[in-house]
């Protein structure tokens, strides 16, 4: 028996405008200072008071949500007693949001032990909307949580589906002022979800569709908002490809790319986005054999033809990197600016948490040590994986 989870989804260049059609008394809107500063909370509060909702805001998200905030948040609502929470920003903000849920509700659960297996019973206590500021994290369709310890400076994923936010509005205006590296950085993390979503071992019909839009868009309409942030219609399409990235990665689970950029990401600070999608040709190309069906699925959906599967699955790896060479991404972990010193030295640890990831199991060749170490070396190089 398998499952596909998602939220309502609300979509369109007003989406934010069913904020004044909710019924409740209370709503308490999570977010970050910047999200204030741009004037986004302003206009959720307007839309809140037409519904006639009270509301409090808490801006104290920070990036890599802590367990210390996500308490503090907690505590705010068990004050306020909201029935609704509303989770408005990027990544961070959305998990922050989740997991602020779950303790609102379940004031007894840790937040770096959120578990499948444990029924919380969280949605009589308020029901959560997720409304994204970046296209590409995904969070608002997603039940995982990255929950970090300041304490330990250890970073944690939780996950049960009853986090899943209720409803994920998608406003095309939120992200028309983002900057092109955010830009190009999220809408990377984006196509390295539905690329690794198509090519899961839990990959099923409802997570193989909206993958496959969502690659289409992204290779379209990415470079467009790159160049011309302005341009509605690409941000239009990138902010709905993205949520169709995750809606097949959060149910079919990411893979290697994730578990490499996360590996790099703990230890050099390098964005998430700019990590996943740095490594993601070079797992291709690792798994090109392996998943050859898959990949040649998806280039001949978007137009690339080849003789063979591996043949098309080739010209879509190079299709990655034209891609990324179009946004001035990096190519290569050199490329992103670290040194080849810190590098070999921290590669064992690499290795080590590249291979504790979830993402490392559900691919279709499973490397050991001495393969994911060689990787890391290629992928520092800037060396096309030929193993
Ligand atoms: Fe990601």
Redesign the pocket.
Known sequence: MWYFASPLIVFGDDALEHLNGIEGKRALVITDHNVVKLGFVERVGKELAKAGLEYHVFDEVEPDPSVQTIKRGAQVALDYQPDWLIGIGGGSVMDAAKAIRVLYARPDVEPNAINPSEILNLRQKAQLVAIPTTSG??AEVTWMIVVTDVESQRKTGVASRETMADVAILDTSLVMGLPPRITADTGM?AL??AIEGYTSNWRSDFTDAPALIAIKRIFEYLPRAYNNGSDIEARRHMMYGATLASMSFGNAM?GLA?SM?HALGGLFHTP??RA?GLFLPYTMEYLSEAAANLYSDIARFIGISGDSDLEATRALVAQVRQLSKSLNQPLSVHEAGIEKTAYDKALPGLVERAESEATTITVSRIPDSAELERIFRYAYEGKPVDF
């Open positions: 994290t995904g993390d390295t979800h990411a994730h950029g998430h986005g996943v």
